[in-house]
Antibody, heavy 122, light 107 residues
Framework: QVQLQESGPGLVKPSQTLSLTCTVSGASISSGSYYCSWIRQPAGKGLEWIGHIYTSGSTNYNPSLKSRVTISIDTSKNQVSLRLNSVTAADTAVYYC??????????????WGQGTLVTVSS | DMQMTQSPSSLSAFVGDRVTITCRASQSISRYLNWYQQKPGRAPKILIYAASSLPSGVPSRFSGSGSGTDFTLSISSLQPEDFATYYCQQTYSIPYTFGQGTKVEIK
Protein backbone atom coordinates (compact mmCIF):
# COMPACT_ATOMS: atom_id res chain seq x y z
CA GLN A 1 0.00 0.00 0.00
CA VAL A 2 1.61 3.22 -1.18
CA GLN A 3 1.24 6.10 1.23
CA LEU A 4 2.45 9.67 1.17
CA GLN A 5 2.65 11.88 4.24
CA GLU A 6 3.34 15.60 4.26
CA SER A 7 5.01 17.14 7.28
CA GLY A 8 6.27 20.55 8.32
CA PRO A 9 5.32 23.69 10.20
CA GLY A 10 1.70 24.68 10.05
CA LEU A 11 2.46 28.35 10.63
CA VAL A 12 5.03 30.43 8.77
CA LYS A 13 5.70 34.13 9.16
CA PRO A 14 5.47 36.45 6.17
CA SER A 15 8.73 36.81 4.20
CA GLN A 16 10.06 33.57 5.65
CA THR A 17 10.51 30.18 3.98
CA LEU A 18 7.90 27.46 3.89
CA SER A 19 9.49 24.00 4.12
CA LEU A 20 7.59 20.76 3.76
CA THR A 21 8.63 17.14 3.46
CA CYS A 22 6.75 14.32 1.80
CA THR A 23 7.63 10.83 3.02
CA VAL A 24 6.69 7.96 0.74
CA SER A 25 6.10 4.49 2.15
CA GLY A 26 5.13 1.23 0.48
CA ALA A 27 7.13 1.99 -2.67
CA SER A 28 10.53 3.29 -3.63
CA ILE A 29 10.67 6.74 -5.18
CA SER A 30 13.87 5.63 -6.88
CA SER A 31 11.89 3.91 -9.60
CA GLY A 32 12.17 5.75 -12.86
CA SER A 33 8.52 5.06 -13.55
CA TYR A 34 7.36 7.65 -11.06
CA TYR A 35 7.77 11.26 -10.10
CA CYS A 36 6.54 13.42 -7.21
CA SER A 37 4.45 16.55 -7.44
CA TRP A 38 3.41 19.31 -5.09
CA ILE A 39 -0.05 20.84 -5.45
CA ARG A 40 -1.72 23.39 -3.22
CA GLN A 41 -5.27 24.47 -2.54
CA PRO A 42 -6.33 27.66 -0.75
CA ALA A 43 -9.40 27.25 1.42
CA GLY A 44 -12.54 27.00 -0.69
CA LYS A 45 -10.61 27.30 -3.95
CA GLY A 46 -9.24 25.10 -6.70
CA LEU A 47 -6.03 23.17 -7.18
CA GLU A 48 -2.77 24.83 -8.18
CA TRP A 49 0.13 22.77 -9.53
CA ILE A 50 3.41 23.89 -7.92
CA GLY A 51 5.90 21.59 -9.61
CA HIS A 52 7.38 18.14 -9.74
CA ILE A 53 10.63 16.21 -9.54
CA TYR A 54 11.81 13.03 -11.20
CA THR A 55 14.11 10.51 -9.56
CA SER A 56 16.90 11.87 -11.74
CA GLY A 57 16.52 15.16 -9.89
CA SER A 58 15.08 16.90 -12.93
CA THR A 59 12.41 19.43 -11.99
CA ASN A 60 9.63 21.49 -13.54
CA TYR A 61 8.03 24.40 -11.76
CA ASN A 62 5.00 26.60 -12.21
CA PRO A 63 6.35 29.81 -13.76
CA SER A 64 4.19 31.82 -11.39
CA LEU A 65 6.23 30.42 -8.46
CA LYS A 66 9.49 29.52 -10.15
CA SER A 67 11.57 32.29 -8.63
CA ARG A 68 10.58 31.22 -5.11
CA VAL A 69 10.23 27.43 -5.20
CA THR A 70 12.66 24.53 -4.91
CA ILE A 71 11.72 20.86 -4.97
CA SER A 72 14.36 18.31 -4.02
CA ILE A 73 14.54 14.56 -3.57
CA ASP A 74 16.34 12.31 -1.10
CA THR A 75 16.08 8.79 -2.43
CA SER A 76 17.90 7.36 0.59
CA LYS A 77 15.08 8.58 2.83
CA ASN A 78 12.31 8.11 0.25
CA GLN A 79 11.44 11.77 0.70
CA VAL A 80 10.67 14.77 -1.45
CA SER A 81 10.90 18.30 -0.10
CA LEU A 82 9.33 21.62 -0.99
CA ARG A 83 10.76 25.02 -0.17
CA LEU A 84 8.91 28.22 -0.94
CA ASN A 85 10.69 31.46 -0.17
CA SER A 86 9.41 34.91 0.71
CA VAL A 87 5.92 33.73 1.57
CA THR A 88 2.90 36.00 1.90
CA ALA A 89 -0.66 35.45 3.03
CA ALA A 90 -1.46 34.40 -0.54
CA ASP A 91 0.60 31.25 0.05
CA THR A 92 -1.77 30.08 2.79
CA ALA A 93 -3.19 26.78 1.57
CA VAL A 94 -3.40 23.05 2.03
CA TYR A 95 -0.29 21.60 0.43
CA TYR A 96 -0.43 18.13 -1.11
CA CYS A 97 2.28 15.86 -2.37
CA UNK A 98 1.33 13.26 -4.92
CA UNK A 99 3.02 10.49 -6.85
CA UNK A 100 2.81 10.60 -10.61
CA UNK A 101 3.14 7.74 -13.07
CA UNK A 102 5.70 8.88 -15.58
CA UNK A 103 5.28 5.80 -17.78
CA UNK A 104 1.62 6.63 -18.50
CA UNK A 105 0.77 9.06 -21.31
CA UNK A 106 -0.91 11.68 -19.19
CA UNK A 107 1.30 11.41 -16.06
CA UNK A 108 -1.64 10.83 -13.70
CA UNK A 109 -1.24 11.42 -9.98
CA UNK A 110 -2.27 8.07 -8.58
CA UNK A 111 -1.45 8.46 -4.89
CA TRP A 112 -1.85 11.60 -2.79
CA GLY A 113 -0.92 12.57 0.71
CA GLN A 114 -3.65 13.75 3.04
CA GLY A 115 -2.47 17.32 2.74
CA THR A 116 -1.12 19.74 5.30
CA LEU A 117 -2.44 23.20 6.05
CA VAL A 118 0.14 25.94 6.03
CA THR A 119 -0.91 29.34 7.27
CA VAL A 120 1.21 32.41 6.61
CA SER A 121 0.69 34.89 9.40
CA SER A 122 2.68 36.97 11.86
CA ASP B 1 -0.34 28.86 -19.55
CA MET B 2 -2.88 26.37 -20.86
CA GLN B 3 -6.31 27.42 -19.66
CA MET B 4 -8.73 24.68 -18.65
CA THR B 5 -12.38 25.68 -18.43
CA GLN B 6 -14.93 23.40 -16.86
CA SER B 7 -18.69 23.62 -17.19
CA PRO B 8 -20.88 23.79 -15.33
CA SER B 9 -19.28 25.16 -12.17
CA SER B 10 -21.89 23.31 -10.16
CA LEU B 11 -24.83 21.03 -10.71
CA SER B 12 -27.52 19.29 -8.75
CA ALA B 13 -28.92 15.93 -9.81
CA PHE B 14 -30.94 12.99 -8.53
CA VAL B 15 -29.49 9.63 -7.58
CA GLY B 16 -29.61 7.53 -10.73
CA ASP B 17 -29.26 10.47 -13.13
CA ARG B 18 -26.64 10.57 -15.84
CA VAL B 19 -24.28 13.48 -15.26
CA THR B 20 -21.86 15.03 -17.75
CA ILE B 21 -19.12 17.53 -17.02
CA THR B 22 -17.21 19.30 -19.77
CA CYS B 23 -13.60 20.48 -19.80
CA ARG B 24 -12.24 22.66 -22.57
CA ALA B 25 -8.56 23.43 -23.16
CA SER B 26 -7.39 26.73 -24.62
CA GLN B 27 -5.25 24.79 -27.13
CA SER B 28 -5.08 21.22 -28.29
CA ILE B 29 -3.73 18.87 -25.64
CA SER B 30 -4.21 15.60 -27.51
CA ARG B 31 -5.31 13.16 -24.79
CA TYR B 32 -3.12 14.52 -22.00
CA LEU B 33 -6.10 14.95 -19.72
CA ASN B 34 -6.86 13.55 -16.27
CA TRP B 35 -9.95 13.78 -14.09
CA TYR B 36 -9.90 13.86 -10.29
CA GLN B 37 -12.62 13.60 -7.68
CA GLN B 38 -12.28 15.50 -4.42
CA LYS B 39 -14.56 15.05 -1.44
CA PRO B 40 -14.71 17.70 1.31
CA GLY B 41 -11.66 17.63 3.56
CA ARG B 42 -10.00 14.92 1.47
CA ALA B 43 -7.22 14.76 -1.08
CA PRO B 44 -8.17 14.42 -4.75
CA LYS B 45 -8.42 10.94 -6.22
CA ILE B 46 -7.65 9.96 -9.79
CA LEU B 47 -10.80 8.99 -11.73
CA ILE B 48 -9.78 8.98 -15.37
CA TYR B 49 -6.37 9.29 -17.04
CA ALA B 50 -5.34 9.80 -20.65
CA ALA B 51 -8.84 11.19 -21.33
CA SER B 52 -10.66 7.86 -21.18
CA SER B 53 -8.74 5.25 -19.19
CA LEU B 54 -10.20 4.03 -15.92
CA PRO B 55 -7.73 3.21 -13.11
CA SER B 56 -8.22 -0.04 -11.28
CA GLY B 57 -10.75 0.30 -8.49
CA VAL B 58 -12.74 3.17 -10.02
CA PRO B 59 -16.39 2.21 -10.58
CA SER B 60 -17.38 1.62 -14.19
CA ARG B 61 -20.15 4.23 -13.97
CA PHE B 62 -17.40 6.80 -14.51
CA SER B 63 -16.21 7.33 -18.06
CA GLY B 64 -14.23 9.92 -19.98
CA SER B 65 -14.03 10.91 -23.60
CA GLY B 66 -12.56 13.51 -25.89
CA SER B 67 -9.32 14.63 -27.44
CA GLY B 68 -7.82 17.85 -28.68
CA THR B 69 -9.58 20.64 -26.82
CA ASP B 70 -12.91 19.17 -25.68
CA PHE B 71 -13.35 16.51 -23.03
CA THR B 72 -16.18 15.09 -20.99
CA LEU B 73 -16.51 13.18 -17.75
CA SER B 74 -19.70 11.18 -17.42
CA ILE B 75 -21.29 9.43 -14.49
CA SER B 76 -23.83 6.98 -15.89
CA SER B 77 -25.92 6.57 -12.74
CA LEU B 78 -25.17 9.07 -9.98
CA GLN B 79 -24.71 7.55 -6.53
CA PRO B 80 -24.87 9.35 -3.14
CA GLU B 81 -21.13 8.85 -2.67
CA ASP B 82 -20.46 10.79 -5.88
CA PHE B 83 -21.16 14.07 -4.08
CA ALA B 84 -17.83 15.78 -4.66
CA THR B 85 -15.97 18.32 -6.71
CA TYR B 86 -14.45 17.16 -9.99
CA TYR B 87 -11.34 18.64 -11.58
CA CYS B 88 -9.78 18.14 -14.97
CA GLN B 89 -6.02 18.56 -15.37
CA GLN B 90 -3.92 18.88 -18.49
CA THR B 91 -0.42 17.42 -18.57
CA TYR B 92 0.42 18.46 -22.13
CA SER B 93 2.47 21.48 -21.18
CA ILE B 94 4.09 23.05 -18.14
CA PRO B 95 2.48 24.24 -15.90
CA TYR B 96 0.11 21.31 -15.48
CA THR B 97 -3.05 23.32 -14.99
CA PHE B 98 -6.34 22.27 -13.44
CA GLY B 99 -9.84 23.34 -14.33
CA GLN B 100 -11.67 25.43 -11.75
CA GLY B 101 -13.74 22.46 -10.61
CA THR B 102 -17.34 21.29 -10.89
CA LYS B 103 -19.26 20.74 -7.68
CA VAL B 104 -21.81 17.94 -7.89
CA GLU B 105 -24.64 18.01 -5.38
CA ILE B 106 -27.24 15.36 -4.85
CA LYS B 107 -30.89 16.49 -5.02
Amino acid sequence: QVQLQESGPGLVKPSQTLSLTCTVSGASISSGSYYCSWIRQPAGKGLEWIGHIYTSGSTNYNPSLKSRVTISIDTSKNQVSLRLNSVTAADTAVYYCARGRAEVTSDPLDYWGQGTLVTVSS
Amino acid sequence: DMQMTQSPSSLSAFVGDRVTITCRASQSISRYLNWYQQKPGRAPKILIYAASSLPSGVPSRFSGSGSGTDFTLSISSLQPEDFATYYCQQTYSIPYTFGQGTKVEIK
